[in-house]
């Protein structure tokens, strides 16, 4: 069983910074890349960043030069550093992963996401 589970969410005013984590655990062969969603109430689920195995990431437009994504191997954690946080980046922040287990092909995994607010 594999569980991605988040970390460093919170309420924060407009201007601040976070560090979101989002740490997989379990019977772990590979993990290839790693993502962060977040999702606005009333809003679909929108990808902010992603980060592949080797270290190469990608922006949502609207985070470009405020977010970034980084990786511990070792751990087999990802991070989302935020900074000069908007009211508009409030939502529930998902991490997903691509990890294969021993003995399995790679499968997409979700973390059960954790609330960021930002206050004007």
């Known amino acids: 069983q594999v569980q991605l589970v988040e970390s460093g969410g919170g309420l924060v005013q407009a201007g601040g910074s976070l560090r979101l984590s989002c740490a997989a655990s379990?019977?772990?062969?590979?993990?290839?890349?790693m993502r962060w969603y977040r999702q606005a109430p009333g809003k679909q689920r929108e990808l902010v960043a992603i980060?592949?195995?080797?270290?190469?990431?990608n922006y949502a437009d609207s985070v470009k030069g405020r977010f970034t994504i980084s990786r511990d191997n070792s751990r087999n954690t990802v991070y989302l550093q935020m900074n000069s946080l908007k009211p508009e980046d409030t939502a529930v922040y998902y991490c997903?992963?691509?990890?294969?287990?021993?003995?399995?092909?790679?499968?997409?995994?979700w973390g059960q996401g954790t609330q960021v607010t930002v206050s004007s």
């Open positions: 997903n992963a691509d990890i294969a287990r021993y003995g399995d092909t790679l499968r997409g995994y």
């Open positions: 379990g019977s772990i062969f590979s993990i290839n890349a």
């Open positions: 980060i592949t195995s080797g270290g190469s990431t």
